[in-house]
Nanobody
């Protein structure tokens, strides 16, 4: 059974960087589209970035130019490089392959 496990969330200062990872266990990613979402307390989960099998990427306006989504060379890992972090980026980030959600990793950006 495929599971997605995120890691890399941490406490950083404004302007700092983090790299989130999402590793599939039990099976290799088998989706045409892999995504990162985030969810703030009391709000709906929102798309942050996604990448297709052809490495076509899309980003939310709020993160474009600061975040980069990429596939790992092992084909079972997804990354989100987050630069120039802002306090508004303080949310839980989830990996999603179109069917399965990870449990999330929390990012906290201090002002």
């Amino acid at each position: 059974q495929l599971q997605l496990v995120e890691s890399g969330g941490d406490l950083v200062q404004t302007g700092g960087s983090l790299r989130l990872s999402c590793v599939s266990t039990g099976a290799v990613f088998s989706s045409n589209l892999l995504s990162w979402y985030h969810q703030a307390p009391g709000k709906q989960r929102e798309l942050v970035a996604r990448i297709s099998l052809l490495n076509v990427t899309n980003y939310a306006e709020s993160v474009r130019g600061r975040f980069t989504i990429s596939n790992g060379s092992s084909k079972n890992t997804l990354f989100l490089q987050m630069n120039n972090l802002k306090p508004d980026d303080t949310v839980v980030y989830y990996c999603y392959n179109g069917v399965v959600w990870g449990h999330g990793t929390r990012v906290t950006v201090s002002s």
